[in-house]
């Protein structure tokens, strides 16, 4: 019987591919999630019965055992940036991460993947890295075998990164942006599903692996790249934190009394993680380690962003027409 791999989060952003990888390595694939009947669209992943999705609620012992049963391996895909709630990030990334860790070990699980977050600090000055870093460090204390992936700022077709700027783009001839230097790393959302298939199957060894693309951009030149692959202009306007601030408070105030209606475009905690470079360590084990060539953002949002460009999919056709009449 093929192998049983457990994915936690396994129909969200980073969860599918991973799932995707690991049916195509051949495994049987449970997918572990809150509302199973949304998670459908995981199942194409493999053959018949071969990759299927299954309620779990990571806040409890009992679920999240029921999950793990009669698994090979373990990965841990859940995260949030809620604050507030039974949900919240010191719920979801720190105890919940603990507990799936602990049963694991109890349930005899070889190995163990967590994905975490670069900038994962136990002492952290926002409430996510000290999720994330208390989360590893209990991860680690129940399964000190495990293998943890910190990325930067994933990219991929269903992103709210490169997605949510180009459709402000598309209506707006200005783009604010809080902490417009703080650099990223901006890494492939398939390339780290293929970092995590490395820690399944053994090829990675344990311990803690920091992934970034090839490029170091600012936050400006993450935008601009953005802009010339959907073929708009737009005035990025960096803004001070003292305002982000008080949009933050205010617009979090009414995301409160709207019952979470109104989505706040920023909190505090994120405007505290905007303060930090978002890069790889120096010294820190990476994709050369795991045997990964991570792509380049230039080389992969063209493939879904040509949506945001102003003659959309027809835009190449467009251009050439112009260039015929010239």
């Known amino acids: 019987m093929a192998r049983l791999v457990t994915i936690f989060g396994g129909s969200g952003f980073v969860g599918r591919y991973v799932a995707r990888r690991m049916a195509r390595q051949g495994w049987r694939v449970r997918v572990a999630v809150r509302r199973p009947n949304e998670a459908h669209f995981v199942k194409p992943y493999g053959t018949v019965g071969q990759v299927e999705a299954v309620f779990c609620n990571i806040r409890d012992d009992d679920s999240v ?8 391996a373990v990965v841990n895909c859940v995260g949030t940036f809620e604050t507030r709630g039974r949900n919240s ?3 979801l990334q720190h105890l919940g991460a603990e507990r799936i860790a602990r049963i694991a070990a109890e349930e005899g699980v070889a190995r163990l993947v967590h994905i975490s977050a670069i900038g994962a600090d136990a002492e952290g000055d926002s409430a996510y890295a000290r999720s994330k870093g208390r989360g590893e460090e209990d991860v680690l204390a129940a399964f000190p075998t495990a293998v943890i992936l910190r990325p930067s700022v994933a990219f991929g077709p269903e992103d709210q990164f490169f997605n949510r700027f180009a459709g402000m783009a598309r209506m707006s001839p200005v ?7 703080t650099k990223f790393q901006p890494v492939y959302v398939d390339d780290v599903a293929q970092a995590a298939v490395a820690g399944v199957t053994g090829q990675a060894a344990p311990g803690i692996y920091e992934l970034g693309g090839p490029d170091v951009m600012d936050f400006r030149e993450v935008i601009r790249t953005m802009l010339d692959v959907i073929r708009r202009r737009a005035l990025i306007v960096g803004l001070p934190f003292w305002a982000g601030r008080i949009i933050a408070a205010v617009t979090g105030a009414l995301s409160f009394v709207t019952g979470g209606l109104f989505k706040a475009p920023v909190t505090s905690d994120q405007l505290i993680q905007l303060r930090h470079d978002n890069v790889v360590s120096e010294n820190a084990r990476g994709f050369a380690e795991l045997g990964v060539a991570p792509m380049a953002a230039e080389a992969v949002i063209p493939s879904y962003l040509w949506q945001f460009r102003p003659d959309g999919q027809y835009s190449d056709l467009t251009r050439g027409k112009r260039n015929l009449r010239h």
């Open 65 to 72: 055992r029921a999950a793990t049963r009669g698994a090979e």
């Open 89 to 91: 990030m010191d719920a």
């Open 175 to 181: 783009l604010p942006l809080f902490g417009a230097s």
